[in-house]
């Protein structure tokens, strides 16, 4: 047979994938029962009074919001979180009837009106914006329930905690409004030092004791909440009525020291195929600006990912993918739709053979954290770099 035949044959058995097809060139793996394991994990922490709101925002940080949503709220999350308006349309559209709260900053009135009508639940982070709320509301029979954000010390949205019991009070003095919660959010939780931390902390039951509300008990009306993923799973005393959990619903670790609280496990994996393969002779320069030139004579793989799907350039020449059972470096420049294998450690490669970037296979595992440690940044950076052009399939 030719060697064009057979890669044709092949590409033919790619389409016979059992999804149309779609695992032709790069994918995403979402995988359902790590997801509601992470989620039983996570509820085995909080107490019967505490709710989980499962953040998903970013597209669930980047692993398909609907899917993702329908599936946590099955395994028992209470609430879902979203940075924006249509992050939360979104939702909606996809028959989620789930609370949904938007955690930026909305204060345009066609916003505010868009917000009553799909029913979501905004954050309030100043008197002013509960005004503009309150008056654009005016139409509605029933108050909008809203969540005020108190800023501890992230000094990101919020009013200072210690404007406390003035905000409260005038959003409580507003017609067309109804306190769901009050929360904040924390700048380092996922630092050993916990001494910023324990300040808001302190800061935050200062003022909701101001407020007159028991930071202990959620009494029907109001809600209180200061827990992201890595305060979930350093103190209890953190929990409050809710908290909101991003990363370790993903199956990650906010930092190494809180692996041993719970065991997640990632949900995530990326795979893509083999394109093509070559020998290229010792001296042969690969991809833009050849920043890779073969030290010897080689075989190559191309591979149909690249960094417009979310692997990102700068791991050029210093990622590894798994290759059959093996870890085969990658080489040259990643450019936007297609990397370079150096796999001459597998000399009967074909066309159409599965790589995996993110994922375990055998003995090997590659997280999204391998990757955030290589290039100086974070496990949520890598994992919200997915954009939807891969196509997620749940497994
Ligand atoms: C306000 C707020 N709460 C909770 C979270 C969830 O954080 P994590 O992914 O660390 O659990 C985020 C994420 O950035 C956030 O912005």
């Known amino acids: 047979?030719?060697?064009?035949?057979?890669?044709?044959?092949?590409?033919?058995?790619?389409?016979?994938?059992?999804?149309?097809?779609?695992?032709?060139?790069?994918?995403?793996?979402?995988?359902?029962?790590?997801?509601?394991?992470?989620?039983?994990?996570?509820?085995?922490?909080?107490?019967?009074?505490?709710?989980?709101?499962?953040?998903?925002?970013?597209?669930?940080?980047?692993?398909?919001?609907?899917?993702?949503?329908?599936?946590?709220?099955?395994?028992?999350?209470?609430?879902?979180?979203?940075?924006?308006?249509?992050?939360?349309?979104?939702?909606?559209?996809?028959?989620?009837?789930?609370?949904?709260?938007?955690?930026?900053?909305?204060?345009?009135?066609?916003?505010?009106?868009?917000?009553?009508?799909?029913?979501?639940?905004?954050?309030?982070?100043?008197?002013?914006?509960?005004?503009?709320?309150?008056?654009?509301?005016?139409?509605?029979?029933?108050?909008?329930?809203?969540?005020?954000?108190?800023?501890?010390?992230?000094?990101?949205?919020?009013?200072?905690?210690?404007?406390?019991?003035?905000?409260?009070?005038?959003?409580?003095?507003?017609?067309?409004?109804?306190?769901?919660?009050?929360?904040?959010?924390?700048?380092?939780a996922d630092n050993l030092d916990q001494t910023v931390m324990k300040q808001q902390h302190q800061r935050f039951e200062e003022a909701i004791?101001?407020?007159?509300?028991?930071?202990?008990?959620?009494?029907?009306?109001?809600?209180?909440?200061?827990?992201?993923?890595?305060?979930?799973?350093?103190?209890?005393?953190?929990?409050?009525?809710?908290?909101?959990?991003?990363?370790?619903?993903?199956?990650?670790?906010?930092a190494p020291h809180l692996q041993d609280k719970i065991n997640l496990k990632p949900v995530m994996q990326v795979k893509a195929r083999v394109t093509q393969v070559k020998t290229i002779e010792a001296g042969t320069g690969v991809s833009y600006g050849y920043q890779f030139i073969a030290p010897k004579q080689m075989s190559l793989a191309v591979v149909g990912i690249g960094y417009a799907d979310g692997v990102p350039r700068n791991l050029s020449n210093k990622m590894k993918v798994i290759v059959r059972d093996q870890l085969i470096p990658q080489v040259g420049a990643i450019t936007m739709d297609q990397l370079m294998l150096d796999v001459s450690a597998i000399p009967d490669l074909e066309t159409g053979e599965v790589v995996t970037l993110l994922g375990q296979v055998g003995k090997y595992q590659i997280s999204a954290e391998d990757w955030a440690n290589t290039l100086g940044t974070i496990s949520w950076e890598i994992l919200c770099g997915f954009k939807n052009r891969l196509p997620r399939i749940a497994v």
């Open 1 to 188: 047979m030719l060697s064009w035949e057979k890669t044709s044959f092949k590409t033919l058995a790619i389409e016979n994938d059992g999804y149309g097809g779609i695992c032709q060139r790069a994918w995403i793996e979402v995988n359902d029962q790590a997801l509601i394991y992470n989620v039983q994990q996570l509820k085995s922490l909080l107490s019967a009074k505490t709710q989980l709101m499962g953040v998903v925002k970013a597209d669930a940080y980047g692993h398909g919001a609907c899917k993702i949503s329908k599936t946590i709220l099955e395994a028992g999350v209470n609430w879902l979180a979203v940075a924006t308006l249509p992050e939360g349309i979104e939702l909606r559209l996809a028959g989620i009837k789930a609370p949904i709260l938007i955690l930026g900053a909305i204060d345009r009135p066609e916003q505010i009106r868009a917000i009553a009508h799909w029913q979501l639940q905004p954050t309030i982070c100043k008197p002013q914006q509960a005004l503009v709320f309150s008056e654009t509301l005016s139409y509605q029979t029933e108050p909008m329930p809203v969540h005020l954000k108190l800023d501890t010390g992230m000094s990101r949205l919020g009013t200072p905690w210690q404007q406390a019991v003035e905000f409260v009070k005038f959003v409580q003095g507003l017609p067309n409004l109804k306190i769901a919660s009050i929360y904040s959010h924390l700048a380092t």
């Open 209 to 254: 004791g101001f407020c007159g509300f028991s930071g202990k008990n959620f009494s029907g009306n109001i809600r209180l909440h200061l827990a992201n993923s890595a305060a979930t799973l350093t103190d209890s005393a953190l929990h409050y009525d809710m908290v909101r959990v991003g990363l370790a619903i993903y199956g990650l670790y906010p």
